[in-house]
């Protein structure tokens, strides 16, 4: 069967000599993709596979958030290899986007543990929740996943969250957690966990500094809503 291959594309339109050229800010999300996909079917080029694939935003819309081998490759165009190298991007993507050293952190803002968080849980398709273990200096110690739900909710105890801020000797930690949805506001269930963290770090001399929920480039903070 004759397939498309990239190199056969008018040299303006191959998305490597763009990259040499240019550089990887020079190429479109399809472009970039159309690197990984290699060579297209008797139909279509990679390009043109990459562009369906993006179209009305599907780079943050649908790839983002995939995780599953197999339903990406039932993408016309596409193979189990060829959706295993793009997740395999995706993964190497989401793990450098945090893969600074965690004790180069300093949270005092919420601004500042969303910049730390966003990236790692923006696109989880399920709820996970975190706790942010800081020293004296708010500086971070670790992170440490406490739960992993649903599509809609994770279910969180106090003994789970102070646990390993005992075991850390952390003098202060930040709970977050993500809405797959990507709208961040708070449930009434969200409060009252918060409030139920809040009192148990008091009552253990380690507070709460915050709790962020994370939406789709969007965030809730607790204590700018003086909850906390």
């Known amino acids: 069967m004759t397939t498309y291959h990239i190199k056969e594309l008018p040299i303006d339109d191959r998305p490597r000599e ?3 050229a240019g550089g990887p800010g020079a190429l479109t999300d399809s472009e970039l993709l159309a690197i990984l996909i290699g060579s297209g079917t008797r139909e279509q080029s990679a390009l043109d596979i990459a562009r369906e694939m993006t179209k009305d935003n ?3 819309n649908n790839l983002a958030v995939t995780k599953n081998i197999r339903e990406l490759a039932k993408t016309k165009g596409l193979g189990q290899a060829k959706a295993a190298t793009i997740i395999a991007a995706l993964e190497l993507g989401r793990r ?7 004790d180069r952190y300093s949270i005092t803002t919420p601004e500042e543990g969303v910049a730390l968080l966003m990236p790692r849980l923006r696109y989880e398709t399920k709820e996970h929740f975190l706790v942010v273990l800081l020293n004296s200096k708010n500086k971070v110690l670790q992170i440490e996943q406490i739960s992993e739900g649903s599509l809609n909710s994770s279910v969180v105890h106090p003994r789970e969250v102070f646990t390993p ?11 977050a957690h993500n809405h797959p949805s990507g709208d961040p506001t708070p449930s009434k269930e969200d409060k009252a966990l918060t409030e139920t963290l809040a009192q148990a770090g008091k009552y253990m001399g380690i507070p709460v500094l915050d ?18």
Do not use: R, W
């Open 165 to 175: 801020a005992v075991l850390h000797h952390a003098a202060a930690i930040l709970a």
């Open 18 to 20: 763009k990259m040499l």
């Open 211 to 228: 709790h962020l929920i994370i939406g789709d480039a969007a965030y809730y903070s607790f204590k700018e809503h003086s909850y906390l």
């Open 96 to 102: 450098v986007a945090y893969a600074e050293p965690l």
């Open 58 to 60: 599907g780079l943050l």
